[in-house]
């Protein structure tokens, strides 16, 4: 028997009120996978957007050195 075969046979034994519970939690759980897939994209994004505005920056000299910290924690 399937996971979903066992959960329909569950839902289907319980009371219409608590069909209409096990509902929201499952919308509940639709709208987190949503949530999360759209924080997994902005953070690809990010990290795209980034990449881009960093691009050539690896080989440029910089006019800063240690000496140039105002306060230096060991």
């Known amino acids: 028997m399937t996971t979903e075969e ?3 046979q569950h839902i289907s034994s ?3 009120y608590l069909q209409a519970e096990v509902l ?3 919308e ?3 709208e987190k996978k949503r949530d ?3 924080t ?3 953070s690809q994004w990010s990290k795209l957007s980034l990449s881009y505005a960093m691009r050539g920056m690896e080989n440029e000299q910089t006019s800063y ?3 140039d910290i105002k306060e230096e924690y060991v």
Do not use: A, G, T, Y
């Open 6 to 8: 066992k959960i329909i």
């Open 65 to 67: 050195s240690v000496k």
């Open 36 to 38: 999360l897939k759209q």
């Open 14 to 16: 319980l009371p219409e």
């Open 40 to 42: 997994d994209e902005r």
């Open 24 to 26: 929201d939690f499952v």
């Open 28 to 30: 509940f759980l639709e």
